[in-house]
Each structure stands twice: as C-alpha cells, then as structure tokens.
C-alpha cells in the first residue's frame, strides 16, 4: 500500500461526500481512506459507512468524540501505506494531487504542495498559498518552518508516525499541527515541494480564522509554547531561532493579533503576546524576514498597540 489517508469527521454531513468524491477519484490508485467518525450526531456516519461499503479501499471506524487530534491518532496505527496523509472532512482535494506526491517524494521524509483558500459566500476573496515559503531561508528546511504548518497539505514517510515515539498530534486544542509540524521540518533530512494547488481549503463559520469570542482562541499561547519547549528539548532552538521568533511574530503580533483584534477580550491578548515577545523574543523587530512582509504589515507591525488601536482596529473587519 503506497498511501493511507486519514479523514477525521465529526458532523459534516454538508460537507462530506465532497470531500470523500474526491478522494473516490484520485488518480493514484494504491491508497486506502481511514475515515475516523469522532462520535458524530448528524448524518455523517450513514454517509460513511456508505463510502466503506461501496469502495472497498475505504474503512469506517467509530470512536467516541476526542477532538480532531485524537481522531488522527487514533488512525495512524491502522495505517497500512508507505506515506501518511490528513485530509480535513470539509476541504477536497484535486483527482491527481495524491499520485503527484507520491511521484515527487522521492526520499524526502515529506512532500509539501500548495492549497487554495475557498470563500464560498465570496468566491472573489479566494487566493493560492505556497505550501514552501519563497522567504530568503538559507536552507528548506527554514523555508519549510516559514509555510504553512497545517497537517492536510502534505503527505509524510509513515515510519515518522509508525516507529517507537512516532508523531501524535496534542489531544484538546485548536493549532493541533503546529508541534507536529513544526518538529518534522527542523528534524527532516530532505523536504520535497510540488508547486500545485492541489488542497482547496473551505473557509466557513466555525473555524479558527472565523472565530471572534471563541475562548478558544487563546489556546495559542500554550501552543507556542509547546513549539520552544520542543526545541529546546532538541537541541533546535538556536539554529532555528529566527524561524521561530517570525512564526511567533506572524502568530502573536500580525496575522493572529488581526483575531485577537476581532475578539472583546482583545487587551488581555494584546497584553499576553506583549509578555511573550518580550520574554522570548526582545529584539523581534529586527528579525530578517520581516523585510519581506508587505508595506501595510509592515506598518501595523511597527505601530499597532493599545495606545494606536483606535486607528487600527476600523481598519480589521469584524
């Protein structure tokens, strides 16, 4: 078996026989669908076990409800493919996007491709992002730390799950992928890239970048956190230690202070990340990537505070 794919699903009955259709026509034909049902109450679980029974590539498997991660390692051990992937239960994918990666892998310990964001109720708003950052890293390994850290855009050697203390992913928290991720690029011999939007990532309410009062939000704090104890423990946090301070900048003070901004409880964020920074992080300003962010992030960068939010916060919809 050349691929296992892994689909956590909890209530998407809206959302699911698109996702699994295209996984039913993927173009790679030696590849297995584990479909983890994390205890869904709507009609997801007669959807598939409809997919199981009808395609004997797909299995079914009931748990009760854990959260997205533990639905993921729940599978990983019934995986039977030379490569791992996860796929969201809302997102799909194109028909040839699995055989491509598996061709472009090669002896990389993971295969990274780009994704397309998807606005259904403004189709106007969609956009590509590259699944390897084109920010001048010096090896692939931190352009690799400076991408996307989602799980579903990439396909990865088994044996990193499989093996004694393979990968989990952390049970009971939003930002699941980062440690995860994080880890398996700083410690990747060999990195693979395939410049296709083969992942369309549905945007919809609900989900973490929609999000405004979810409490939730907050969980990145102990994420991150999480990320520079692993590095540490690794012996990673020097040679990765500009990485690390720009994903904390992108997380902290740009694109993840934009949902803290949407929230009521945004001073206390504000505050928390302004701990963070300059516990962890005191000269982050200077950091070398930050040349190429666009002017306008740029300039919230260098000016957004408490003080300065009166000018700014018209400026991020809410």
């Known amino acids: 078996m050349r691929l296992s794919v892994i689909v956590p699903m909890y209530n998407v009955e809206a959302y699911l026989e698109e996702c699994l259709d295209s ?3 993927q173009t790679l034909s030696d590849m297995e669908v584990l479909m983890v049902d994390d205890g869904a109450t709507d009609n997801t679980s007669a959807i598939a076990q409809r997919y199981a029974e ?3 590539n797909f299995r079914y498997f009931r748990k009760e409800n854990g959260g997205l991660s533990d639905a993921r390692n729940y599978a990983i051990p019934h995986a039977q493919g030379d490569y791992i992937a996860f796929l969201d239960s809302d997102d799909w994918v194109e028909p040839d996007i699995y055989e491509h990666m598996v061709n472009a ?3 990389a310990d993971v295969c990274v491709a780009d994704l397309e964001y998807v606005y259904e109720e403004d ?3 969609n956009f590509v992002m590259k699944g390897l950052s084109d920010k001048p890293a010096d090896t692939v390994q931190k352009k690799a730390l400076l991408s996307p850290l989602f799980a579903w855009n990439k396909i990865y050697r ?3 799950f499989k093996q004694e203390n393979g990968y989990r992913y952390p049970v ?3 930002y699941e992928d980062h440690p995860v991720t994080t880890m398996i690029f700083a410690k990747a011999e060999e990195i693979a890239y395939l410049p296709e939007a083969g992942f369309h990532y549905r945007q919809r309410e609900g989900s973490i970048m929609s999000a405004r009062n979810d409490k939730r939000i907050i969980q990145i704090f102990d994420v991150l956190s999480m990320v520079r104890e692993n590095f540490r423990r690794e012996g990673l946090y020097g040679p990765y230690f500009s990485e690390l301070e720009y994903l904390h900048i992108e997380h902290l003070r740009l694109y993840g202070m934009f949902r803290f901004i949407r929230s009521d409880d945004w ?4 505050n928390m990340s302004d701990h963070v920074m300059k516990e962890c992080f005191s000269n982050w300003k200077q950091n070398k990537y930050l040349s ?3 002017f306008k992030n740029r300039m919230f960068l260098r000016w957004y505070s408490p003080a300065t939010a009166w000018l700014f916060h018209p400026l991020i919809r809410r």
Do not use: C, Q, R
């Open 172 to 174: 009971g928290t939003w």
């Open 54 to 56: 009808n395609h004997p």
């Open 23 to 25: 996984l039913v026509n």
């Open 158 to 160: 088994a044996e990193l």
């Open 292 to 294: 190429s962010l666009g």
């Open 105 to 107: 892998i090669g002896n």
């Open 123 to 125: 189709m106007s708003k």
């Open 267 to 270: 001073k206390l964020y504000y």
